[in-house]
């Protein structure tokens, strides 16, 4: 969907054999060493007649008496609850910093696990211990020999809530989406589980200045989708479609969080690692008509020194639109979109890299981009009355083996090829993302997404279904976290908090941050 700048010791059973002599006077006092002391005093009065050769009374000799009476048996008793003191001591040392480390750095059979999310919840509910949903069928588990699923939520445990905190994986927001001017505002409690189904709810509803309420959900900074990747979402449209709504399922980079403009400003949709006038505000020479983005922030050509995740990597935070409801040309249609930057003059991809599976079925949008974003956009007739299988693949590999792939009903729809995206001698190619990528859902009602709104007939309250969604991965290559080691993404967002938990920021620069420099604008030393 559009932008625009977007863990202890068993206790054991007590015994009454441990009190036995609990009612002797001296339980709690050695009684050899009781003894030696009553005899110590009296040999200080009668010192002459016990001081002989052969004992010989000095304070040296009664120091190793009285060592010799602690190694009796009953003084061992001391010298052990001593000892098992201090090894119990030692155990719980050792436990806490080994747990400390897994935690940090876990591993699991030899080998390491990667860790989702550095999120530290405060009030979690319903904790799952196994990415993929117990109740996802045996037969989804393979899709292919060469997809291994490795991330699933069925929706099936009912009253679910998304607040902040509340779940593993997704978020629901409390906000206004002001990247497109919707018409309603975002409230946790509009999504919910119910009858084996996420319920995002769109509502009439004052709240905040607006008429409507809705809920947007999203992954972001807690689970990610990462360079090799297949996404399956079955799920129902609301009958409203018809008359303007707006659901959606996409995905977006984790360096931009979705409804935080500031996060987005310079980052979104850049999918770029070159140095040249694609990094540049509003691509400098090129039609200044075409392009009002800011420049890419986080460019490969940051210079040494300056705010950079990964210094000499192109960053940025491409988009990609599983599914999105739309009435178009009498029908509704099902909408599925790349967004990338920089652009192409006029936002003109090279269409004879798209793949089109079945023409009569599917089409080219004429809104192949805007100042703030290119598209490869295209649209396939739906049925808003059942549950549809939505799915989006990719693979970002070597050169001429990246790709995007889009399924409806597991039938395909159409395929991008990267060279769609190739150098066009102004500006170098862009790439299929290699970012970590969040899962959003989410209903609105936007008259930049469709002008053409008919508010009057909708019937409300409305409701968006996802039955579930399902993750794949191949085998051999699972990443599901959201600061992969390529591509890190958490101590920047970290230190740039301040963009990432106030919506109502709308630039970097009004979060207190600045655009780094580059080696291109600025006489200064990129990596090399």
Same mark, same amino acid.
């Given at each position: 969907m559009s932008l625009h700048s977007i863990h202890d010791l068993n206790n054991l059973p007590i015994q009454n054999?441990?009190?036995?002599?609990i009612e002797n006077p001296h339980y709690y006092l050695d009684e050899n060493l009781h003894e030696n002391k009553i005899e110590d005093l009296a040999s200080t009065t009668t010192l002459e007649n016990i001081s002989t050769p052969s004992t010989p009374s000095t304070p040296k000799f009664s120091f190793f008496k009285r060592i010799k009476s602690m190694w009796s048996t009953n003084g061992r008793r001391y010298v052990t609850a001593a000892a098992v003191v201090l090894a119990l001591f030692a155990i719980a040392v050792i436990f806490v910093v080994t747990s400390t480390k897994l935690l940090n750095d876990p591993v699991k059979d030899g080998a390491k696990v990667e860790k989702l999310t550095s999120i530290k919840y405060s009030q979690l509910k319903a904790i799952r211990t196994n990415l993929v949903d117990p109740n996802t069928p045996a037969g989804a588990h393979n899709k292919t020999p060469h997809w291994k699923l490795v991330y699933s939520d069925e929706f099936n445990s009912d009253n679910r809530s998304f607040g902040e905190y509340e779940d593993q994986f997704f978020t629901a927001v409390d906000l206004h989406y002001r990247a497109t001017q919707d018409l309603e505002y975002y409230l946790p409690h509009m999504a919910a589980t119910r009858n084996g189904s996420l319920e995002i709810t769109f509502d009439k509803l004052a709240y905040n200045g607006f008429e409507y309420v809705s809920a947007m959900l999203q992954s972001w900074n807690k689970l990610?989708? $990462?360079?090799?990747?297949?996404?399956?979402?079955r799920a129902k449209l609301?009958?409203?479609?018809?008359?303007?709504?707006?659901?959606?399922?996409w995905s977006l980079g984790n360096l931009a969080r979705p409804g935080y403009l500031a996060t987005t400003d310079g980052i979104w949709p850049y999918t770029y690692s070159e140095c040249d006038l694609g990094i540049t505000r509003n691509q400098s020479t090129l039609n200044e008509n075409m392009s009002y983005l800011p420049g890419q922030r986080l460019s490969m050509c940051t210079c040494v020194g300056e705010d950079h995740p990964s210094l000499g990597i192109g960053r940025g935070a491409p988009e990609i639109d599983i599914i999105e409801g739309l009435?178009?040309?009498?029908?509704?249609?099902?909408?599925?979109?790349?967004?990338?930057?920089?652009f192409d003059e006029w936002w003109r991809? !090279?269409?004879d890299y798209v793949d089109i599976s079945n023409k009569n079925a599917t089409y080219v949008r004429e809104d192949v981009g805007t100042v703030y974003q290119e598209s490869i956009s295209l649209a396939t007739q739906l049925r808003t009355d059942d549950f549809v299988t939505f799915s989006m693949e990719y693979k970002s590999l070597s050169q001429g083996e990246s790709y995007v792939k889009?399924? /409806? $009903? $597991?039938?395909?729809?159409?395929?991008? $090829?990267?060279?769609a995206f190739r150098s066009n001698g102004l500006i170098g190619s862009r790439q299929i993302t290699k970012e970590p990528m969040s899962l959003i859902f989410n209903m609105g009602l936007s008259k930049v997404w469709n002008p053409r709104l008919k508010i009057e007939k909708l019937q409300l309250p409305?409701?968006?279904?996802?039955?579930?969604?399902?993750?794949?991965?191949?085998? !051999?290559?699972?990443?599901?976290?959201?600061?992969?080691? !390529?591509?890190?993404?958490?101590?920047?967002?970290?230190?740039? /908090?301040n963009a990432y938990i106030d919506w109502e920021l709308s630039t970097w620069s009004e979060a207190g941050y600045g655009f780094p420099r580059n080696s291109l604008e600025n006489k200064c030393k990129a990596p090399s």
């Open positions: 054999s441990r009190f036995s002599h990610c989708l $990462n360079k090799q990747v297949k996404v399956e979402v609301p009958h409203g479609v018809a008359h303007g709504l707006w659901p959606a399922v009435y178009e040309y009498g029908r509704v249609v099902g909408v599925q979109t790349v967004q990338v930057a920089p991809p !090279d269409y889009f399924e /409806m $009903n $597991n039938e395909p729809t159409f395929a991008i $090829n990267e060279s409305a409701k968006f279904y996802i039955d579930y969604v399902r993750i794949y991965q191949p085998s !051999d290559l699972v990443e599901l976290t959201c600061d992969p080691d !390529d591509f890190p993404t958490s101590v920047y967002i970290n230190t740039h /908090m």
